[in-house]
């Protein structure tokens, strides 16, 4: 698959139980990992296209996830190298500030 690119092989998402949850929320972070890979994926792909960045409500637009998961993911995107905070704001949906990412290559 085309999102699935040998740079997030090694990336582990924040899919993470902590240690005092019950089974169940360990059993949801396995099952997660490899969607959240393929987030960051997609996440990368849509950065690129963009030459001004985009907030989490700006990307979710463009992507089949919502805002919710878009801003989940963007972390991970900072730390496997595909997204950077600009370090300005634009306003999101609601009218507050929302950080502006782009691609490292911008």
Known sequence: MADQLPLFDDLDPHTHARA?????SHAAARSIASTAKHHVAQ????LRTLPDGGTKDELAARLPFGEHEVGRRLPDCEKAGVARRRGDTRPGCSGRACEVWEAPDA
């Not at 996440?43 to 849509?46: F, G, K, P, Y």
């Open 43 to 46: 996440i990368a792909r849509v």
């Open 20 to 24: 005092t949850d019950p089974e169940t």
